[in-house]
C-alpha cells in the first residue's frame, strides 16, 4: 500500500494537473502485489495513466513506475520522485 509520504507526492502533482483542467478522477487500488494509483482525464473505465507501487520489482528496475494507457511503461525507477518527474510542465505535455 501507498504510505503517507508517497500519497502526499502524488496527489501534490494530481491537484496541479486538476487544476490546470488536465485531470479530473483518480481511484487507489490496493491489490496483493502492489498498489495502483490511476489518473482518468474523464469519467472513462480506462485511466490515463497508472502510478504503480509493486515491492516485488524493488531489487530489479524498480519499484515504482508510470503506465500509459496502452500499458507502455513510460518511466520506472526506485525513487518515487524521481519517477513522478515525467509530468514536469517543461517536459510533460498533453496531446488531444
Known amino acids: 500500500m501507498w504510505d503517507r509520504r508517497e500519497l502526499?507526492?502524488?496527489?501534490?502533482?494530481?491537484?496541479?494537473?486538476?487544476?490546470?483542467?488536465?485531470?479530473?478522477?483518480?481511484?487507489?487500488?490496493?491489490?496483493?502485489?502492489?498498489?495502483?494509483?490511476?489518473?482518468?482525464?474523464?469519467?472513462?473505465?480506462?485511466?490515463?495513466?497508472?502510478?504503480?507501487?509493486a515491492p516485488a520489482d524493488a531489487h530489479k528496475q524498480g519499484m515504482y513506475r508510470i503506465v500509459a494507457m496502452g500499458g507502455q511503461i513510460l518511466k520506472r525507477g526506485h525513487e518515487l520522485a524521481q519517477v513522478l518527474k515525467i509530468f514536469d510542465k517543461k517536459r510533460f505535455h498533453v496531446i488531444e
Open 8 to 53: 502526499d507526492a502524488i496527489l501534490r502533482l494530481y491537484g496541479q494537473f486538476v487544476a490546470r483542467g488536465e485531470w479530473r478522477d483518480y481511484a487507489i487500488d490496493g491489490l496483493k502485489d502492489r498498489a495502483v494509483f490511476s489518473i482518468y482525464r474523464r469519467h472513462s473505465e480506462v485511466p490515463m495513466y497508472s502510478v504503480v507501487k
